[in-house]
C-alpha cells in the first residue's frame, strides 16, 4: 500500500468570511512491521483572530454597538490591512473618521497610545492533537502570501496573437481570448501550488491588470473603475483553481457541501426569521456624516432651525418643499440630519419622518443625495435610463436563443410594437429576470384608484423599500408610491409619474437613510447602482448572511462577496457586445 505526504494550505479571504487559515500537515510512513502513522493539526480560526480585534476596539469603546464594531472589524481587515490586535496600533484617524464620531477616533487611538490592550480570548486556543513520538513533520510560519507568488511571472510568452494585438492597441481582449489567458496562468501557477488561495490569486490579479490596465480593468461604458478594478480577473482565476480541483478532496479548500438532511438536523424552527430593513453605513457616501457644523452654526441653533422646519410642515405640509426658507434651512442642517440618520441605535423611517418631514419630498430627498454622494442622481438617470435601456433590449434580443425561457417571456412582452412604458422600465424587468430575481422584489402592482391608506392596509408592505405601481401591469402604470417598513412614505402625485423619478426615488432612500438592498434584488439593486448611477466603491451594499432558496424555499447561508460577480461580468460581457458592434 501506498502512501503520499500532503500539505494543505489554507487562506480564505472574502467581505464577511473574514481572514483566517488553517494548515494540516499529515505524514504517514511505512515499514516491514506495519503502518506507523501520525497526524499533527493545528488550527488558527478567523473567529479568534477577528475576536482579539473586537476586543481592543471594545475597551476603548465598550458602548458601540454589535453591527457597527462588525462593520469596523471588516473596514479594519479588508481595507486597511490590520492582520492581529498588534497592528491596531499604526492605524491612524483618516482609517476611521468614515464609520465613527471623531470623539470615537479618539478614544480608540488615545487607548491604543497608552499601552497594549489584552486581548487574550477567556478561554485558551484550542491544543494541538496528540502527536505521535516518531513525527517529523516541521511546522512552518504561516504567511499570508506564500513564497512563491512574490516572484511569480504570468506566463505572457503564452499569450495569443490576438490577445497581443488587443493589448498593444490597448482594447478589450475577446472572451475566448481572456479564458486562453486565465488557463495558462493558472496552469503556472499550480506549478508551484495545487490550489492557490485567493490571496495569492489577488496578487496574480493584479499583476495581470497593472500590466495592461486598458484590456483587463473592470470599468464601465464612461471608462470609470468597478470597484478594485481587478475583481473579474481574480473571480476568473480562483474559479478557474476551484474547478481544476473539482475532484481532489484533498487539495480542495471548500467546505463539505451540505446535504439537505444536515440543514433539516440542524435547523430548531423551519420558518424564516422576521425581515427587518437592515442598516448599512458610509458606503459609497464621501460626506456621511461631517465633522464641523456651518460657520456660525451650534447645536442649539440647528435644533431651532430644525422646529422651524416643523413648524412650516404642520401648517403647510409637503408643500412648504417650495418654500426658499425651507430650501436654506434644509441645506444649513444637512449635518444635524446625518447626526439624527446616523445615530445608534438607528432611528426607525417613522421616526425620520417625525423629525425630518422634508426628507421624504422629491426635492429634498434628491438633493441629499446630492451632497452625500457628490452624484446628481435624478440628472444621471434622466440622461442615462431610457438610453441604456434601449441598447440593453438590443443586446438580449440580438441573441435571444441564448437566454432562459424567463428572461424570453419577459423580452418578449418588453419588443412589442405596441407596449406601454419606457425601454428603462422595460430593460429593469429583464434585468430582475435575468439575474432570477422576482418583479416584486422591488414592484408592487395596485390598481390606480389606490390610496396610501388602502396600500398599507390591504397589500401586506414589506419591510424593505417597494415602488408600488399604480396600473393595470407594471408597464402601463402611470403612477406610483414607495413604502419603506410597511409604509408609504411618498404618496402618488400629479407630478411624480415618470418611472425614472419612481427609480431615483428608490435608491436614493437607500443611501440617504442607510439601508442595505434586500436580499431578494440586490443583484438587480448593485446592477443600477455601477451601471447607471456610476457609484462603483470596492463593497457590497447587501451583507445579509441568510437567504430563502429559490430551489427549496427554505432559509440557506448565503455566500458573500466584495462586489456581486453576476453584476460585474454581465457589465463586463456588455461594455465588450456594445464595443464589437458599434
Given at each position: 500500500m501506498y502512501f503520499c505526504v500532503v500539505c494543505v494550505d489554507f487562506f480564505h479571504f472574502s467581505f464577511h468570511r473574514r481572514r483566517g487559515f488553517r494548515r494540516i500537515l499529515m505524514t504517514t510512513t511505512e515499514d516491514e512491521g506495519g503502518l506507523r502513522h501520525s497526524t499533527l493539526c493545528r488550527r488558527f480560526t478567523e473567529e479568534q483572530i477577528m475576536d482579539s480585534i473586537k476586543r481592543a476596539i471594545q475597551t476603548a469603546l465598550p458602548q458601540l454597538d454589535e453591527a457597527k464594531l462588525e462593520t469596523l472589524v471588516n473596514e479594519l481587515v479588508t481595507k486597511v490591512g490590520v492582520e492581529g490586535p498588534e497592528d491596531l496600533q499604526f492605524i491612524?484617524?483618516?482609517?476611521?473618521?468614515?464609520?465613527?464620531?471623531?470623539?470615537?477616533?479618539?478614544k480608540i487611538l488615545h487607548s491604543l497610545k497608552a499601552g497594549p490592550v489584552d486581548t487574550q480570548p477567556s478561554s485558551s486556543l484550542p491544543e494541538p492533537l496528540p502527536v505521535a513520538s516518531s513525527s517529523t513533520c516541521p511546522i512552518s510560519p504561516i504567511s499570508p502570501n506564500s513564497a512563491w507568488v512574490d516572484n511569480f511571472e504570468v506566463p505572457w510568452n503564452k499569450m495569443r496573437p490576438?490577445?497581443?494585438?488587443?493589448?498593444?492597441?490597448?482594447?478589450?481582449?475577446?472572451?475566448?481570448?481572456?479564458?486562453?489567458?486565465?488557463?495558462?496562468?493558472?496552469?503556472?501557477?499550480?506549478?508551484?501550488?495545487?490550489?492557490?488561495?485567493?490571496?495569492?490569486?489577488?496578487?496574480?490579479?493584479?499583476?495581470?491588470?497593472?500590466?495592461?490596465?486598458?484590456?483587463?480593468?473592470?470599468?464601465?461604458?464612461?471608462?470609470?473603475?468597478?470597484?478594485?478594478?481587478?475583481?473579474?480577473?481574480?473571480?476568473?482565476?480562483?474559479?478557474?483553481?476551484?474547478?481544476?480541483?473539482?475532484?481532489?478532496?484533498?487539495?480542495?479548500?471548500?467546505?463539505?457541501?451540505?446535504?439537505q438532511r444536515d440543514d433539516e438536523?440542524?435547523?430548531?424552527?423551519?420558518?424564516?426569521?422576521?425581515?427587518?430593513?437592515?442598516?448599512?453605513d458610509s458606503y459609497g457616501c464621501v460626506r456621511w456624516q461631517p465633522e464641523d457644523y456651518p460657520d456660525g452654526e451650534t447645536s442649539a441653533s440647528l435644533e431651532e432651525k430644525k422646529l422651524e422646519m416643523l413648524d412650516i410642515f404642520n401648517r403647510e405640509g409637503l408643500k412648504g418643499a417650495e418654500r426658499g426658507r425651507v430650501e436654506d434651512l434644509m441645506a444649513i442642517t444637512y449635518a444635524k440630519q446625518r447626526e439624527y440618520i446616523n445615530a445608534n441605535p438607528s432611528p426607525s423611517i417613522l421616526d425620520v419622518g417625525k423629525e425630518?418631514?422634508?426628507?421624504?419630498?422629491?426635492?429634498?430627498?434628491?438633493s441629499h443625495f446630492t451632497t452625500l454622494t457628490s452624484v446628481e442622481l435624478y440628472t444621471r438617470l434622466n440622461e442615462d435610463l431610457n438610453k441604456k435601456g434601449k441598447r440593453l433590449l438590443d443586446f438580449f434580443s440580438s441573441q435571444i436563443t441564448?437566454?432562459?425561457?424567463?428572461?424570453?417571456?419577459?423580452?418578449?412582452?418588453?419588443?412589442?410594437?405596441?407596449?406601454?412604458?419606457?425601454?428603462?422600465?422595460?430593460?429593469?424587468?429583464?434585468?430582475?429576470?435575468?439575474?432570477?430575481?422576482?418583479?416584486?422584489s422591488l414592484f408592487l402592482l395596485a390598481d390606480v384608484t389606490t390610496t396610501p391608506a388602502d396600500a398599507e392596509a390591504h397589500l401586506s408592505l414589506p419591510i424593505t423599500p417597494r415602488i408600488i405601481m399604480l396600473g393595470e401591469t407594471i408597464l402601463s402604470a402611470q403612477k406610483w408610491m414607495l413604502s419603506i417598513e410597511g409604509r408609504v412614505v411618498i404618496p402618488t402625485a400629479a407630478h411624480l409619474t415618470d418611472f425614472t423619478t419612481a427609480l431615483a426615488a428608490l435608491f436614493a432612500c437607500y443611501?440617504?437613510?442607510?439601508?442595505?438592498?434586500?436580499?431578494?434584488?440586490?443583484?438587480?439593486?448593485?446592477?443600477?447602482?455601477?451601471f447607471?448611477?456610476?457609484?462603483?466603491?470596492?463593497?457590497?451594499?447587501?451583507?445579509?448572511?441568510?437567504?430563502?432558496s429559490r430551489r427549496t424555499g427554505r432559509v440557506v447561508k448565503r455566500k458573500n462577496a466584495y462586489m456581486n460577480p453576476n453584476v460585474i461580468s454581465f457589465i463586463r460581457?456588455?461594455?465588450?457586445?456594445?464595443?464589437?458592434?458599434?
Open positions: 491612524q484617524e483618516d482609517d476611521l473618521k468614515h464609520l465613527l464620531t471623531p470623539i470615537q477616533c479618539r490576438s490577445l497581443r494585438r488587443a493589448v498593444d492597441a490597448g482594447e478589450k481582449p475577446a472572451p475566448e481570448d481572456r479564458r486562453h489567458l486565465i488557463r495558462v496562468t493558472v496552469d503556472a501557477m499550480r506549478d508551484h501550488s495545487l490550489n492557490p488561495t485567493r490571496s495569492e490569486c489577488v496578487v496574480v490579479a493584479k499583476a495581470i491588470t497593472q500590466k495592461y490596465p486598458n484590456t483587463f480593468l473592470d470599468t464601465n461604458e464612461e471608462g470609470e473603475l468597478l470597484g478594485c478594478g481587478y475583481f473579474s480577473v481574480l473571480n476568473q482565476l480562483k474559479t478557474r483553481v476551484e474547478y481544476l480541483n473539482r475532484g481532489n478532496t484533498l487539495s480542495r479548500l471548500r467546505n463539505p457541501k451540505r446535504t438536523e440542524g435547523d430548531d424552527d423551519d420558518q424564516p426569521p422576521v425581515a427587518t430593513c437592515a442598516r448599512r425630518w418631514p422634508f426628507l421624504f419630498s422629491q426635492k429634498f430627498l434628491f441564448r437566454w432562459k425561457k424567463e428572461v424570453r417571456a419577459v423580452l418578449k412582452e418588453a419588443l412589442k410594437k405596441d407596449r406601454e412604458g419606457t425601454d428603462g422600465l422595460a430593460a429593469m424587468l429583464v434585468m430582475l429576470a435575468y439575474f432570477k430575481e422576482q418583479e416584486d443611501y440617504v437613510f442607510n439601508l442595505e438592498y434586500q436580499v431578494e434584488a440586490n443583484t438587480t439593486l448593485e446592477f443600477v447602482q455601477r447607471l448611477v456610476r457609484i462603483n466603491p470596492d463593497s457590497t451594499k447587501c451583507t445579509a448572511k441568510e437567504q430563502i460581457e456588455f461594455t465588450e457586445f456594445d464595443w464589437l458592434t458599434d
